[in-house]
């Protein structure tokens, strides 16, 4: 039998994240952010713009938003695209 040491690795990390699932706090659950909020955000060209959250979601382990802003404009965008005033 082969035994690549990767692949077992990655199947002892699966293993190991069933068993020994994070709880989290009441606080930690609930999202900063819902649909139907109104954000201000800093787009990649640099302008900073009005928008309504339209979707919130995990992707690659990070949180990400659908936004709508403008005249039926969309995108998505990450946590650290939003405005600080």
């Not at 900063?32 to 787009?43: A, F, N």
Request: hydrophobic share 30%; aromatic share 6%.
């Amino acid at each position: 039998m082969d035994r690549d040491p990767v692949r077992l690795n990655q199947y002892a990390c699966v293993i190991c994240s069933r068993a020994n699932p994070t709880k989290k706090n009441q606080e930690d659950s609930s999202p900063p952010y819902r649909v139907g909020d109104q954000i201000k955000v800093k787009l990649h060209d640099g302008r900073k713009v009005d928008a309504t959250i339209r979707a919130v979601f995990q992707q690659d382990g990070d949180t990400k938003l659908n936004i709508d802003y403008g005249h039926e404009e969309t995108a998505t965008i990450g946590l650290w695209q939003i405005a600080q005033d």
